[in-house]
Each structure stands twice: as C-alpha cells, then as structure tokens.
C-alpha cells in the first residue's frame, strides 16, 4: 500500500506492469548512494521501527 512504501524515501514505486520503470527503478537503487547508505538507513529505521511505533501501527490497523 502507499502508506508503507514512501516514493523515492524508503523504496521506488512503479506502475504495475511497466517494465520499463520497474528497470530504471532497480538502476536508481543500485547506484543511487540514498538507498545504501548506512546512516540513511539507520536514522530511517531509529524513526520508524521503535516498538511503540510498531504497536500503534498495529492497533490502528486492527481497529480501522
């Protein structure tokens, strides 16, 4: 869904079926630094997967 995957934050999103952006995407995720950069990556996952946060993502889901 789009409210996990963030464009161009946290992965690529492409239409579905277009083979031509599925494969600039995975270009652009090999050689874009962004999406293989350590601090990046941590300081993502330090803001967004606390065990807190995961359970209110939870409980708001069951209870949508």
Known sequence: PLDIVTDDRVGL??????IVSLAEAMVNVVTDSRFHDKDHISA????HFT??????????????
């Open 51 to 64: 065990w807190p946060g995961q359970v209110k993502k939870m409980v708001e889901y069951y209870l949508a």
């Open 44 to 47: 993502f996952a330090r803001e």
């Open 13 to 18: 999103l492409v239409p579905p079926g277009d």
